[in-house]
């Protein structure tokens, strides 16, 4: 017995130890991070003889190129209406409050502030790229303006990330009296409405109708987004607003409608049934294969296909819509298609090559969801071409800067007689560098799995894992997907804010005050 006690003891012993060096390491490892970020190397000034590459919008594909990029071989600037990066991932949890906005914001100057050469940055929108002059016209449009809001900015090489806009797919009504869950002004606006919507049905002497109709949120589209804020929701609702007004609480109602057979279409056939039922159990409406057609300013209008092969049409009375139904491409976007004949038969966004380069134009490049390379409209595979496109620069950089020095030398060769063999000896090590430099394989996505939360602390992931694919779904799913977006987080900054909010939600429960 004394032993099994003395053997425990040990084993306490080392547990602890461990766990206190892992912590140390933890803190030591934050306080450098923090430090790191705070005391940046002061920055060359780029050289004008270098060329300019504009970089067009701060998102997925954008930043992991910023993040990336030798910036001291070109003049870079980056042009965009938003001077941040928005971890999109966590955005369904800010339109409920587990999550503040600024939590998964990064500003721009604060990365750029980390490169070793300055970067330009304009906030602006890109209107018009015209790549017969190879110059951008850009607009501030921010309520701030000064005598100057509208110029041209010169490039010679151009990269195009400005992401997509929500389709609505011309569907009367969505515009004017829809939400939309893309960027963080819309999640602001939500999380107002919903409070709204609540302490409007809780107003005394309320009509009961009325209090149903105010309580209905109507989630359109049963892609990943959909999903992911119908899960929020109903958490929000069960966890917080039925504590705080109970006198209203069997009316609330969550519906999402889908156009397809089921929700989810991207993930495996296990998951889906597996979202579905959970829906199901957190009393989540699910219309399949109902296609809304026309939204008014409380009802959204929709056809439904009954299983005889009929249809129906229904009217659903709603207090809140959120529309979430995919992509559409900008208008910047759809102008340098028509401009250049090569895209003519492009559809979703600018059709690139295997090096991401915009068919039917040089030098100019495209990342992300505005670019049509095979894959899906993902962060995963806007981040990996970004990261893709700053080795291919920083690679062309070196090769320029090699093939410059073998012409140097080449031309000495017959002025130093004496050293001709040394000098041969050196054209021969940088030909073989600039061969391995120049080696570069085109862009090839690896999909490292799907994940989404689905609500009552559920997640459903979709993992790449050797040549196969493993489906899960459940509590041990959620706190994978939890970590795994921690750590994708831009910052330790970013990091250390949501792992504040997630606990003060814990903790105190959502704040429900409406700003
Ligand atoms: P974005 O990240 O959208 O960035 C576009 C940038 O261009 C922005 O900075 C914008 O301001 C700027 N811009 C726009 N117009 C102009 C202009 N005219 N001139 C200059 N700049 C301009 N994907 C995943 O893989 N996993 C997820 O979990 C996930 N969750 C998501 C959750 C939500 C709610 C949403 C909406 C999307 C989610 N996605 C997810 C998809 C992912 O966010 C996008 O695929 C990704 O943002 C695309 O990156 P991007 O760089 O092409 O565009
Ligand atoms: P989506 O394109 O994935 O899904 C939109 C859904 O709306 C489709 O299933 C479509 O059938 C449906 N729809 C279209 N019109 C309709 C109508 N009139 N009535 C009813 N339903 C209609 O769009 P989503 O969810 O916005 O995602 C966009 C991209 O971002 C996708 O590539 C997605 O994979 C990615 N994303 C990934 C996430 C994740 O991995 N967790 C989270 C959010 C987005």
């Known amino acids: 017995k004394k032993a099994k006690t003395g053997k425990l003891r040990k084993t306490l012993r080392w547990t602890w130890r461990l766990t206190y060096l892992s912590l140390l390491g933890t803190v030591a490892y934050v306080s450098y991070e923090v430090w790191d970020s705070r005391n940046p190397d002061n920055q060359v000034i780029p050289d004008p003889s270098k060329k300019t590459l504009v970089i067009l919008g701060t998102g997925w594909g954008t930043v992991a190129l910023l993040k990336k990029l030798d910036t001291e071989n070109y003049n870079v600037v980056v042009i965009s209406p938003r001077n941040y990066f928005l971890f999109t991932p966590l955005l369904p949890s800010c339109t409920t409050g587990t999550i503040e906005h600024r939590s998964i914001m990064e500003p721009i100057r604060t990365i750029l502030q980390q490169k070793k050469?300055?970067?330009?940055?304009?906030?602006?929108?890109?209107?018009?790229?015209?790549?017969?002059?190879?110059?951008?016209?850009?607009?501030?449009?921010?309520?701030?303006?000064?005598?100057?809001?509208?110029?041209?900015?010169?490039?010679?090489?151009?990269?195009?990330?400005?992401?997509?806009?929500?389709?609505?797919?011309?569907?009367?009504?969505?515009?004017?009296?829809?939400?939309?869950?893309?960027?963080?002004?819309?999640?602001?606006?939500?999380?107002?409405?919903?409070?709204?919507?609540?302490?409007?049905?809780?107003?005394?002497?309320?009509?009961?109708?009325?209090?149903?109709?105010l309580l209905h949120m109507v989630v359109v589209g049963g892609g990943p987004t959909g999903v992911e804020f119908a899960g929020e929701l109903q958490d929000f609702f069960e966890q917080d607003i039925k504590r705080l007004i109970p006198d209203i609480s069997d009316r609330f109602k969550v519906t999402l409608i889908e156009a397809l057979p089921n929700v989810l279409p991207s993930f495996s056939k296990q998951l889906i049934d597996y979202t579905e039922s959970t829906f199901k159990e957190e009393k989540i409406d699910i219309l399949t294969k109902t296609m809304v057609k026309k939204v008014t300013d409380k009802a959204v209008e929709a056809e439904a296909s009954k299983p005889d092969g009929s249809k129906e049409r229904i009217t659903l009375p709603y207090g809140l819509l959120v529309w979430a139904t995919g992509n559409a491409v900008r208008p910047i976007v759809k102008d340098l298609m028509t401009n250049i004949s090569a895209q003519k038969d492009s559809r979703r966004g600018l059709a690139v090559n295997e090096y991401l380069v915009v068919q039917g134009t040089r030098d100019i490049w495209a990342v992300g969801d505005c670019a049509v390379a095979g894959y899906a409209p993902t962060a995963q595979v806007a981040s990996q071409e970004g990261a893709f496109l700053a080795k291919l620069f920083n690679n062309m950089a070196k090769t320029e800067a090699l093939e410059d020095q073998i012409r140097d030398l080449s031309s000495t060769l017959n002025l130093k007689p004496g050293n001709a063999a040394d000098i041969a000896r050196q054209i021969e090590d940088y030909e073989r560098q600039l061969r391995r430099v120049k080696d570069i394989k085109p862009f090839h996505y690896s999909h490292q799995g799907s994940l989404a939360y689905i609500g009552s602390e559920k997640a459903v992931a979709d993992i790449a894992w050797f040549n196969g694919n493993v489906a899960s779904g459940g509590t041990w799913t959620y706190l994978f997907w939890r970590s795994a977006y921690l750590s994708m987080c831009f910052s330790t900054r970013n990091r250390l804010l949501v792992l504040n909010d997630w606990a003060k939600s814990k903790i105190f429960g959502r704040d429900v005050s409406r700003e």
Request: proline share 3%; hydrophobic share 35%; with cysteine.
């Open 117 to 213: 050469a300055a970067v330009k940055y304009y906030e602006a929108e890109a209107t018009k790229v015209d790549s017969e002059r190879k110059v951008i016209r850009i607009k501030d449009e921010s309520e701030i303006k000064g005598t100057v809001s509208e110029t041209e900015v010169p490039y010679d090489m151009l990269v195009i990330g400005v992401g997509a806009e929500n389709a609505t797919f011309g569907i009367p009504g969505v515009r004017e009296n829809g939400c939309f869950l893309k960027e963080i002004g819309d999640a602001q606006q939500i999380r107002k409405k919903i409070m709204d919507c609540v302490e409007t049905a809780a107003f005394k002497d309320q009509d009961p109708e009325e209090i149903n109709r």
